[in-house]
């Protein structure tokens, strides 16, 4: 831990000369200013933890001055002291935000256990906001694609309903962080967000994980349980791989929607539930509906306001976006330098299918974060199959090309090109620049732009 560091503002010297001793000998770096003025400068300048103000100087006053460090920086803890410390003062300084009010003469016990309650809060005030933060952080949806805006204004229309959502779209496109968002921004927010992977619990288990089963009920059933409907009462179900449930589940499942109602296995009683219901799926139920896999009933119930979020291969824009925000965030989570990376990089990132979406693209960053020993990563730093161009890559035209390279000659002009535009492009198009960057002869650099029709203006 650093030393705190304490601002004393006094127009006497003996009191900031004594001040000084007690705080230096308790651990404290002392900085002392005689006049108010001279104290908001060096408040600024020092970024200390705390003030002790004196109220009466000459000059701008005390109080005045607890103002002006209120407007500076309100986290910024002010013990006022004084020493003509009528009430009143003491009420003005309080009210104008000080922490604490000393009287002088002061023995320097009363100063030291104000000064460590001062610095105590601020701390636990900063370690609330960051973890306030963290949640927020990880809970953002980052992207402003068309795409990406379709589907939080779904977000925002379903939220503050009590509808059925029905969430589709390929694994790891955020479908779940859409459903705690819809939560989270609901007037149930303040109460449970209770998850069921469907396609995670055994067919055998799910009806009773779901509805709950009384004691005895079945084989194994030696205390009663609550079914997650019930323990979602009055706040959110999130049936996370709907597309999973058998048949009978999906029943089941019907009747809570219809009625309202669940019941326990082994149990003929129905217990009411206030429960909003948020689905999620990756498969096509329009197609397991075809395939009768799926009821057509439930589908209806569940999709009253259908939401699909689209793959990351068809909002490219939000890519450079989703990186920079993983960057930060693991930089941070890694306590390492925040890195930059450069625009081929980004370009290959961008050009890359993302098969597995933003938890791909996520994980992937992280392990760069992590990898990357210099402070920039560049495109060598990209795993393989990012680097190839031809590999998996989603944009038309150039790229595609790569595919059809059929002998390993074509391959690796591909692969020459391809590389060459992206140098070309992070250096601004400047030809003496790019070469000496990838270390060739500039006249080397010019054949092969011939060779290959490379030009900035065929780069569209
Ligand atoms: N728009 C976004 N901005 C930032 N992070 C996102 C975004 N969308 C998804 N993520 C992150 O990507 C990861 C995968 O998202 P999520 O688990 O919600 O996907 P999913 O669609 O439920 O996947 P699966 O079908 O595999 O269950 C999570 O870490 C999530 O926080
Ligand atoms: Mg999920």
């Not at 009055?234 to 009747?255: C, H, N, P, W, Y």
């Not at 699909?308 to 824009?317: A, F, T």
């Not at 495109?379 to 989603?394: C, E, F, Q």
Request: charged residues 30%; contains cysteine.
């Amino acid at each position: 831990m650093p030393r705190s560091r304490i601002l004393v503002i006094d127009d006497e010297a003996a009191i900031r000369d004594s001040l000084k001793m007690t705080l230096e000998y308790e651990g404290y770096e002392f900085i002392g200013a005689a006049t108010g003025q001279e104290g908001l400068t060096l408040a600024e300048r020092e970024a200390p933890d705390l003030v002790l103000l004196d109220v009466k100087m000459p000059g701008m006053d005390g109080i005045d001055v607890l103002e002006r460090l209120r407007a500076m920086n309100d986290g910024l803890p002010v013990i006022v002291v004084s020493g003509h410390g009528t009430i009143s003062t003491a009420v003005e300084a309080t009210k104008k935000g000080a922490f604490d009010f000393i009287e002088k003469p002061f023995a320097s016990d009363r100063v030291l256990v104000s000064l460590r309650n001062a610095l105590d809060s601020r701390q636990l005030r900063d370690e609330n906001r960051s973890l306030k933060r963290a949640v927020e952080v990880r809970h953002q949806m980052i992207g402003d694609s068309p795409g990406l805006k379709q589907v939080m204004a779904a977000v925002a229309r379903a939220a503050p309903t009590n509808a059925t959502v029905l969430i589709q779209g390929e694994s790891g496109v955020g479908k779940e962080l859409v459903a705690r968002t819809i939560h989270r921004n609901s007037l149930r927010s303040r109460e449970r967000f209770v998850q069921v992977n469907c396609a995670a619990i055994p067919e055998e288990l799910i009806e009773s994980e779901l509805f709950g089963h009384e004691k005895g009920s079945f084989t194994g059933a030696t205390e009663k349980q609550l079914g997650k409907f019930e323990q979602a009462d009055r706040g959110t179900i999130f049936l996370d791989e709907v597309g999973d449930m058998s048949a009978k589940t999906q029943a089941k499942v019907l009747r809570v929607l219809q009625e309202g109602e669940v019941e326990r296995l082994g149990s003929a009683r129905t217990i009411k539930v206030d429960v909003r219901v948020i689905a999620a799926t990756n498969k096509n139920l329009e197609e397991e509906i075809e395939k009768g896999h799926f009821r057509e009933d439930l589908y209806f119930r569940l999709a009253v306001i259908p939401i699909s979020v689209p793959p990351l291969r068809d909002r490219p824009e939000d890519i450079p976006l989703l990186v920079r925000h993983y960057m930060d965030y693991f930089s941070r989570e890694n306590n390492a330098r925040p890195k930059r990376i450069t625009q081929a990089a980004l370009d290959a990132l961008q050009r890359y299918r993302w098969k597995g979406n933003i938890r791909e693209l996520r994980n992937t960053v992280e392990r760069l974060i992590i990898m990357t020993s210099g402070d920039t990563i560049d495109i060598t730093d990209l795993p393989a199959v990012l680097r190839s161009p031809g590999a998996n890559h989603a944009k038309a035209g150039g790229d595609a090309d790569q595919i059809k390279a059929g002998t390993l000659r074509e391959f690796k002009d591909n692969a020459e090109r391809a590389f060459l535009v992206a140098k070309l492009r992070e250096n601004g198009w400047n030809i003496s620049k790019t070469a000496e960057v990838i270390d060739t002869p500039r006249s080397n650099l010019y054949k092969k732009l011939e060779q290959y029709q490379i030009s900035q203006e065929s780069d569209g």
